[in-house]
């Protein structure tokens, strides 16, 4: 009987199905679902940066100095951060996707409206760009976290790297499709008209593909139980976590320069040349130029180029130290430091020179856009991390590309004598050059990062907090009155 009942076991077994994945989610929708994230990141960006590809159209437009240019940028991201902690709140506790999608909704229809704003309200263009960074922060402080509640280790950190390569991508194509759709239609407001459309469709693929993952159940334990905190336990937990707090003034230095330089490069390069003679004055309404187009696609291929590598390297380096992640990040950023500087500085000598630095330059400045993010989600446990996620959003745009686009508006006014062409272009220069300044202390905090990542590690994996028991508190009679104390201290 035995030997006859051993082969249906086996055929049991063999025909039984796959266990469920402990995300929740099939290999497949997974995969989906990282896609169309990279899709959103990707509009997100888009969105962003078409601004900066018609800045000389705007200005011409609004007839405004640089100072009010750079608080186009700083007022979208000063709405994003302030409200990051509030969606980073809502996202450690209730359904991500429904979030995101009421978020990216709000974005399209705000981007729609800031297209048909009039040239006598310029402060309309401003309050719709403010409100464009709601939708934004409603996203890109949760989407990390959910692809961390798909994959684990060397897979998180490659899909990751397919998500953020979406910045820099998204980042090119807000130049290249604001600039050549300005130049199409000799309007920029037709520029801003691209991105709503293409959002409302990614809301269809999140409500109808996208499965919200089990919060932290690829990483838990069979003898470990997560437990949801309090917010203001989760700030206590974070404030001790110095790769966190490290990584986070590392980051903000990477937001700095990128938001100066994404704003203020291709005007500047439209500046030097018109200041070199190699192309006319704009003086008419629409100034038609090359050089978001080419900026564009640097940013493109620089931004994959960079995230590639910076992975690649990383991933070697972790066989010899673990501390691979914090050393590549301050690699990249003391050495796009120079060749940021040789840029601006050689803008007026040679064009090509000044493109080939801009290649190194954000090249090593994209190394860490993915290391970044992978270092917040293995140093902070799985039911912190859309709240760390908006912390580091908050400061880092806070001290980053909130105030840096419009500071170098600030320098570059304060330091121009007249309205020439050549004080035009000097004074831009020459506030420019904090980029490179900015980029070394960012290098410093990573070096600083890496003396803390392992024991933060460490404690993560642990699903311990510095200074804090994981023990669930129950109720223990005591002089006629109940008072919760951990599990631990009555078993011992």
Not at 208 to 229: I, M, N, S, Y
Not at 404 to 423: C, E, Q, T
Not at 443 to 465: N, P, Q, S, W
Request: glycine share 6%.
């Amino acid at each position: 009987v035995s030997s006859q009942q051993q082969p249906c076991r086996r055929r049991t077994a063999e025909g039984a199905e796959p266990a469920e994945p402990a995300s929740g989610v099939s290999p497949v929708r997974a995969l989906l679902t990282v896609f169309i994230l990279c899709y959103i990141n990707l509009l997100n960006y888009m969105d962003r940066f078409t601004v900066a590809g018609v800045l000389p159209d705007i200005e011409n437009y609004f007839l405004i100095d640089d100072s009010k240019s750079g608080l186009l940028q700083t007022v979208f991201i000063c709405s994003y951060m302030f409200l990051a902690p509030f969606f980073g709140y809502l996202g450690d506790r209730h359904n991500r996707k429904y979030i995101m999608s009421a978020g990216i909704t709000f974005w399209s229809v705000v981007t729609l409206a800031s297209s048909f704003t009039p040239r006598e309200h310029f402060w309309a263009l401003l309050l719709t760009r403010g409100l464009v960074g709601v939708g934004e922060a409603s996203y890109s402080t949760i989407a990390p976290t959910i692809i961390a509640d798909l994959y684990v280790g060397g897979r998180r950190t490659n899909m990751l790297s397919v998500f953020y390569f979406a910045i820099p991508v998204g980042s090119g194509l807000g130049y290249i499709v604001g600039s050549q759709v300005s130049n199409v239609t000799k309007d920029w407001h037709y520029a801003l008209r691209v991105t709503p459309a293409l959002g409302l469709f990614a809301v269809l693929l999140l409500l109808f593909v996208v499965q919200e993952p089990k919060r932290g159940a690829v990483e838990a334990r069979p003898d470990h139980h997560l437990r949801q905190t309090s917010w203001i336990k989760d700030l206590q937990a974070l404030s001790k976590n110095c790769s966190f707090l490290l990584s986070t003034l590392g980051f903000t230095a990477v937001a700095f320069v990128t938001g100066s330089l994404a704003l203020w490069a291709p005007t500047f390069l439209l500046r030097a040349a018109v200041f070199t003679k190699e192309r006319p004055p704009c003086t008419e309404g629409h100034c038609a130029s090359s050089d978001s187009l080419i900026f564009g696609a640097i940013t493109c291929v620089t931004g994959v180029l960079g995230v590639f590598s910076g992975v690649q390297v990383s991933r070697k380096l972790r066989s010899r130290t673990p501390r691979a992640d914090p050393l590549v990040c301050a690699a990249g950023l003391l050495l796009s430091a120079p060749f940021l500087y040789l840029a601006i500085v050689f803008a007026e000598l040679s064009t090509t020179a000044t493109y080939v630095f801009i290649f190194l330059g954000e090249t090593f400045l994209s190394m860490n856009w993915a290391i970044v993010a992978d270092i917040l989600l293995y140093v902070v446990v799985p039911t912190r991390r859309s709240t760390a996620e908006a912390l580091q959003i908050v400061v880092s745009h806070l001290l980053g590309d909130a105030g840096s686009p419009y500071l170098i508006g600030v320098v570059s006014d304060s330091l121009r004598r007249n309205d020439s062409f050549m004080w035009q272009f000097r004074s831009l220069q020459l506030s420019l050059l904090l980029c490179s300044f900015v980029a070394v202390v960012g290098g410093a905090f990573f070096l600083a990062t890496a003396l803390f990542i392992e024991r933060d590690r460490d404690r993560a994996e642990k699903h311990v907090a510095a200074g804090e028991t994981d023990d669930e508190p129950i109720v223990v009679p005591k002089s006629g009155r109940s008072t919760r104390v951990p599990v631990s201290s009555v078993l011992i």
